[in-house]
């Protein structure tokens, strides 16, 4: 029996614990025999930080990763090739193993990170299952201390998705990942992403992550902004960075984010303003207070609704119109999100006024 992994009962893990969940996992696969150990299957969209996450792991515990993609191979450079030596067959290691077996002599637990596993075709999918299973490739154990990760996307991520077969999927820890934009937004911060990238992302949180029409051009992830952050460090002539820009997310999200430029350095953190809302600057550009408002409404928790409203009322004692639209924005985004609604005394107070206004009332 075959079946696709697109199940409706999710068991969805933010970015924010899937270290956690690596940790531990390397935790509970640490005191048992090695056919009892556990591997890892992450499940998620195109480019939301499946491979990304596991190295940062890697780097940050010390561990030695090895990445494998099984698109990319066939069947016996997965489990070894068979040859002759003498008078009987034998397999040859593949060199993902041996740089494993060179990691663990050295005294590095290790990460065998194996990527695309549900793009892959069946016999290929068949050997990667014998090393999940018995921990050996070439006859030899995998080291005692390697955690195995997979990763692939699902059905609905509208990717290239092959059936596994069932007695496949009973062989991991399978957790799902959707996009999210607070934990890409630490993920790249703790990365050194560009920060004119992290700003935009704060001004328009939907531009993220836009797969657009799967019609073979660029669309818009969060392994698409990691390249336009190089690309803007890199410092090129503008006409040339605009054109890779749009070639790595898109020319909708690529024009946002290039007139998001022009004006970037006249901006402030939402950081910035909410923590100090009654003093900061309010600027007379337009289209930079437009910016500042939707990057802090995007930024902004209830513990900071009290600060929002209080910048709020200053820019609405000049241009109510803008005040006016900020609410719409925040009543837009209460409902979208309503597990991250912004709320404060403060807050309510404004709104109860704004409504006043728009009807006349005194």
């Known amino acids: 029996m075959n079946t696709s992994i697109n199940v409706t009962e999710k068991n969805i893990v933010s970015l924010a614990i899937l270290p956690d969940v690596i940790r531990s996992l390397k935790i509970v696969n640490e005191p048992v025999p090695a056919n009892q150990k556990q591997a890892l299957l992450i499940l998620g969209p195109v480019g939301v930080g499946k491979s990304q996450i ?39 290691k593949p060199r993902w193993f041996t740089e494993l077996e060179a990691a663990a002599a050295a005294g590095k637990n290790t990460i065998a990170l194996f990527e695309e ?13 014998q090393v999940v299973h018995d921990r050996k490739v070439a006859g030899c154990p995998l080291p005692e201390n390697c955690l195995i990760v997979a990763n692939g996307n699902r059905k609905e991520d509208k990717a290239n998705v092959k059936k ?128 500042q408002v939707g990057s802090c409404i ?8 009290d600060a929002l409203a209080t910048w709020l009322e200053r820019i609405g004692e000049t241009n109510q119109e803008f005040l006016g639209v900020a609410i719409q924005q925040i009543n837009r985004r209460n409902k979208e999100t309503p597990e991250k609604k912004i709320t404060s005394p403060k807050l309510t107070d404004l709104f109860i006024k704004v409504a006043a206004l728009l009807h006349g009332d005194d």
């Not at 515990?61 to 698109?71: E, K, P, Y």
């Not at 995007?298 to 609704?305: E, I």
């Open 298 to 305: 995007a930024f902004a928790s209830s513990k900071q609704g």
């Open 117 to 129: 596993v549900m793009s892959c075709d069946q016999d290929v999918v068949g050997n990667f299952m």
């Open 54 to 92: 596991p190295v940062q792991v890697a780097k940050e515990d010390g561990d030695h990763v090895v990445t494998i993609n099984l698109s990319n191979f066939l069947p016996s450079e997965v489990t070894g090739w068979t040859t002759q030596v003498g008078n009987e067959m034998a397999q040859l």
């Open 164 to 291: 596994w077969p069932q007695q496949a999927i009973n062989r991991f820890v399978i957790v799902e990942v959707d996009v999210e934009h607070k934990a890409t937004l630490d993920y790249f911060q703790r990365t050194s992403v560009a920060p004119e990238v992290i700003a935009f992302l704060n001004f328009s949180p939907v531009s993220l992550h836009n797969v657009g029409e799967q019609d073979g051009r660029p669309y818009a992830t969060p392994r698409g902004y990691e390249a336009v952050s190089n690309i803007i460090k890199a410092k090129l002539n503008t006409v040339v960075q605009s054109k890779l820009i749009d070639g790595r997310i898109g020319t909708k999200e690529g024009a946002a984010f290039t007139g998001f430029l022009k004006m970037y350095q006249d901006l402030q953190s939402p950081a910035e303003i909410l923590a100090d809302p009654s003093g900061v600057a309010i600027s007379e550009k337009l289209d930079v207070l437009h910016a």
